[in-house]
């Protein structure tokens, strides 16, 4: 298949195979195309070789491997995953290496980390409160305020490769962070888990201990290519050393600095700009030439960031359009005037085939600025999707949490933090003791003879289906059907709507429990319970959502992403850039992310604020508009 490509996309892509290459792109310059087809290149050049393609999101790995694998290559040859992904696969492979336990489980949810790291200390009788220097120990969101800080500092010494020295010095204010910090991770592996972070953390510990691990790697892939690297942290980019092994490393890395928007997690474009460049000494690339926005937009976005984009010959002019209203119901209900002022215009020289909701999307800074918006498209019976990241959706249906549960206590009987939360959802006592064989039949028991009823002895049989489940290749197929029966058969004899409504959900749980299995297996991710039970942790297993209607979407969901009509709502002071931005470092990623807002509009772009909000506490506030509207020279 022949991708048209510009004289300097096409020399990008065929350059010598020998040695580390950084393509500084901005939006719309077509990265992701010289990105795949310099794979392409690659693979079509060596016979055995192999490439890795790392992203940051789970639906950009897909995207890309299906436009490596559309070609006559084979996909043996292409390992395309984001950087977790693919460090987790070393940890499940290599893990014993370094004496983590067997069957590691994941904790990826805030909440599962904060109660393993209670939990420990109550073991030890530990005065939490005291412990965690609690200001007042009779308000519980003193001590929830005080471990959250607590778990983003944990972060931050682990993304940041803190050594003990330099955390004392960061967290100055508290001497006690590093042994807190220690008995945490101590708790993590006695409950036989480590959380999201620990994965890129012990996947780079292998790598430079056990350096044949590396060694491995590197005789089957002789490239490295990361997309989005301006997005990189300290942590992130060691781990792509330690896996590329030497200065002499084939490294690709391709990013738009002007597009950093995770300074929260420790990102930052030094890794791109500085380290990589002092590192490996790539030969470098621009690219500024913008091939999807009109010149309305690239000039909008060139005045937040001089000089980044050049317009093209074949560039459209398009329109950006200003607009301010008294309250956020008027903002709200004019972006609705439009929408439906442009769908019933249907055509238009400018924009690609009909004009529907399909090629629209609404943006903001963050979710809440939607409030408004959903209440009056709620009151229109208005269809929209609201984008959000790729987090788990947790189940609702008691048979759900049960089954999401149970197979997690099954894999780690260690595990009391679900343990409790199972044991919690059944209504009996956590046993004294956690950890041996058999200890969801022990739940089905005291479970079943305290209780009865239908619906007792649907969980009653889940419970012992998960404890009869093989850990390697477990018949997923046939525990569904088994149970799809039962539920059936319960939804249709109800006793009253409430009952019928709880199994109907409880199905719907069920088919998206046994697809994702169906997917994990398709994908080759796997055969075991407990690869099945991380990938679903590294959210590898969602399924795209289907957008139907009109989408909302934060700027940072909305990243990489593009539609033909665009609206920027919300753009006032506060909160575009936000309140919080107060450095010139911040205040710099929030121009970033104007940046990155502005240029998702393919053809026009209406940006709006309100010249007052309503405040969390009930009353009116003025706003003012935001100073990048100034900067971008709008009126």
């Known amino acids: 298949m022949s991708v048209q490509l510009s004289e300097k996309q096409r020399e990008i892509v065929e350059q010598p195979l020998n040695g580390s290459i950084q393509i500084l792109a901005s939006a719309g310059s077509g990265k992701t195309r010289v990105l795949t087809e310099r794979i392409r290149f690659i693979l079509g050049k060596v ?79 530990v005065d939490i409160d005291d412990y965690l220097n609690v200001d007042d120990p009779k308000e519980k969101k003193s001590r929830e305020r005080n471990l959250q800080n607590y778990m983003d500092g944990f972060s931050t010494i682990k993304r940041e490769m803190l050594s003990e020295e330099e955390a004392s010095e960061r967290f100055s204010e508290n001497p006690d962070v590093w042994r807190i910090y220690n008995d945490y991770q101590n708790a993590l592996l006695n409950s036989r888990g480590i959380d999201y972070d620990d994965i890129l953390r012990y996947a780079h510990r292998i790598l430079l201990t056990q350096t044949w691990v590396g060694d491995l790697y590197r005789a089957k892939y002789s490239h490295i290519c990361v997309d989005e690297a301006q ?70 976005a060139n005045r937040l960031r001089p000089g980044t984009q050049k317009e093209t010959e074949f560039a459209l002019e398009g329109s950006v359009q200003l607009a301010h209203f008294p309250s956020e119901e008027e903002e709200a209900n004019w972006v609705l005037f439009h929408i439906q002022r442009l769908t019933e215009l249907k055509e238009h020289p400018e924009i690609e085939g009909y004009i529907s909701v399909d090629n629209m999307v609404v943006i903001a800074r963050n979710r809440f600025v939607f409030s408004k918006l959903e209440t009056a498209l709620k009151e229109q019976g208005t269809e929209y999707t609201v984008k959000v990241g790729e987090r788990e959706k947790l189940p609702e249906s008691l048979f759900g949490q049960v089954l999401d549960c149970a197979i997690r206590v099954k894999l780690n009987p260690n595990d009391w933090v679900i343990g409790k939360k199972l044991c919690q959802l059944l209504g009996i006592p956590t046993p004294p003791v956690w950890g041996g064989s058999e200890l969801l039949s022990q739940f089905q028991k005291g479970y079943c003879s305290n209780s009865n009823g239908s619906m007792v002895n649907l969980i009653g049989d889940l419970l012992s289906a998960v404890e009869n489940m093989a850990l390697e290749n477990p018949n997923i197929l046939h525990f569904e059907k088994q149970f799809a029966e039962k539920l059936g058969k319960l939804a249709t004899a109800g006793p009253d709507e409430e009952s019928k409504l709880e199994y109907g959900r409880s199905l719907i749980e069920l088919q998206e429990f046994s697809d994702r299995w169906t997917r994990f297996r398709k994908l080759g991710l796997g055969n075991s319970l407990s690869s099945f039970r991380n990938a679903i ?70 940006i709006s604020y309100p010249l007052s909000r309503m405040m969390p506490w009930g009353s009116s506030r003025p706003q003012q508009p935001s100073r990048f509207i100034q900067e971008m020279d709008l009126s």
């Not at 590294?538 to 139907?548: F, W």
């Not at 970033?592 to 502005?598: S, T």
């Open 231 to 300: 997005d990189l942290n300290r942590l992130q980019y060691e781990f792509v050393r330690a896996l590329a092994g030497s200065e002499d490393s084939n490294i690709m890395m391709v990013g738009d600095p002007d597009q950093m928007i995770y300074g929260f997690n420790g990102s930052s474009s030094l890794y791109l700009c500085e380290s990589f460049v002092a590192d490996y000494t790539p030969k470098t690339f621009l690219l500024t030439e913008n091939y999807r926005s009109s010149r309305a937009v690239i000039r909008a």
């Open 537 to 606: 942790a590294l959210g590898k297993l969602n399924l795209d959502v289907s957008e139907t209607g009109l989408t909302l979407s934060t700027v940072h969901a909305m990243k990489g992403l593009e539609k033909d009509i665009v609206f920027l709502i919300g753009f006032c002071d506060g909160t575009f850039p936000d309140y919080r931005a107060d450095t010139i470092a911040k205040l710099n990623e929030e121009r970033n992310a104007a940046f990155v807002a502005v240029p998702r509009a393919r053809r026009w772009l209406f």
């Open 47 to 125: 016979k055995k070789d192999g490439v890795i393609a790392l992203t940051f999101t789970n639906k950009a790995a897909a995207e890309m491997k299906e436009r490596l694998t559309s070609g006559t290559y084979d996909e043996n040859r292409i390992w395309v995953g984001t950087i977790h992904s693919v460090a987790q696969r070393i940890l499940e492979q290599y893990g014993h290496t370094i004496g983590l336990p067997s069957n590691v489980q994941i904790f990826e949810r805030d909440k599962d980390r904060m109660e393993v790291f209670l939990e420990a200390l109550r073991a030890d009788g």
